[in-house]
T-cell receptor, first 114, second 110 residues
Framework: ETGVTQTPRHLVMGMTNKKSLKCEQHLGHNAMYWYKQSAKKPLELMFVYNFKEQTENNSVPSRFSPECPNSSHLFLHLHTLQPEDSALYLC?????????????FGDGTRLSIL | QQPVQSPQAVILREGEDAVINCSSSKALYSVHWYRQKHGEAPVFLMILLKGGEQKGHEKISASFNEKKQQSSLYLTASQLSYSGTYFCGRIETSGSRLTFGEGTQLTVNP
């Protein structure tokens, strides 16, 4: 139990579908992150939110749309995805988006695009 | 460009020691270390700030040499529970994003 909960754990969708990934943290943190983890590749930062404001977009395609309604919840809305988007999507949180703060990760959502 | 980790994989017998290295082509402000077991979330181990410090976490310790732009993770008297993939993450300057290496897969056998 890391204090960061992601749902669903697994998701299979077609390229024309629209779905959303959800992340909730119970740690009282103010910063939240989305990462993409593909096989044989490093963890790749996608988005950073600090106090509900987006502070980082790592050149992510617009078919991925993040939403942070409050400091405890983070969503990743998906539409018109491509097969290469199949990966493990990890959510993380930290006290603030400071370089000295450890990040706490959820177990991830395994996404498969048909 | 992400930090480079070596080795890519290592297999140990229980009780043996290992060293995992993390090198950066860019100046380092801090280095983070995480461990991820198969099918689980990455778990934070430690953060090292510039200054050549060494930190410890149980029998796992790490050093940070900012002149050489590298960090090393030391696992002593390894236990079965140490198995997993170890990632280093680099922060170039204060406030910049965390960039992870490709990971080192550690397997500890009985």
């Amino acid at each position: 139990e890391t204090g960061v909960t992601q749902t669903p754990r697994h998701l299979v969708m077609g390229m024309t579908n629209k779905k959303s990934l959800k992340c909730e943290q119970h740690l009282g943190h103010n910063a939240m992150y989305w990462y993409k983890q593909s096989a044989k590749k490093p963890l790749e930062l996608m988005f950073v939110y600090n106090f509900k404001e987006q502070t980082e977009n790592n050149s992510v395609p617009s078919r991925f749309s993040p939403e942070c309604p409050n400091s405890s919840h983070l969503f990743l809305h998906l539409h018109t995805l491509q097969p290469e988007d199949s990966a493990l999507y990890l959510c993380a949180s930290s006290q603030e988006s400071s370089s000295n703060q450890p990040q706490h990760f959820g177990d991830g959502t395994r996404l498969s695009i048909l | 460009q992400q930090p480079v980790q070596s080795p890519q994989a290592v297999i140990l017998r229980e009780g043996e020691d290992a060293v995992i290295n993390c090198s950066s082509s860019k100046a380092l402000y801090s280095v983070h270390w995480y461990r991820q077991k198969h099918g689980e979330a990455p778990v934070f181990l430690m953060i090292l700030l510039k200054g050549g410090e060494q930190k410890g976490h149980e029998k796992i310790s790490a050093s940070f040499n900012e002149k050489k732009q590298q960090s090393s993770l030391y696992l002593t008297a390894s236990q079965l529970s140490y198995s997993g993939t170890y990632f280093c993450g680099r922060i170039e300057t204060s406030g910049s994003r965390l960039t992870f290496g490709e990971g080192t897969q550690l397997t500890v056998n009985p």
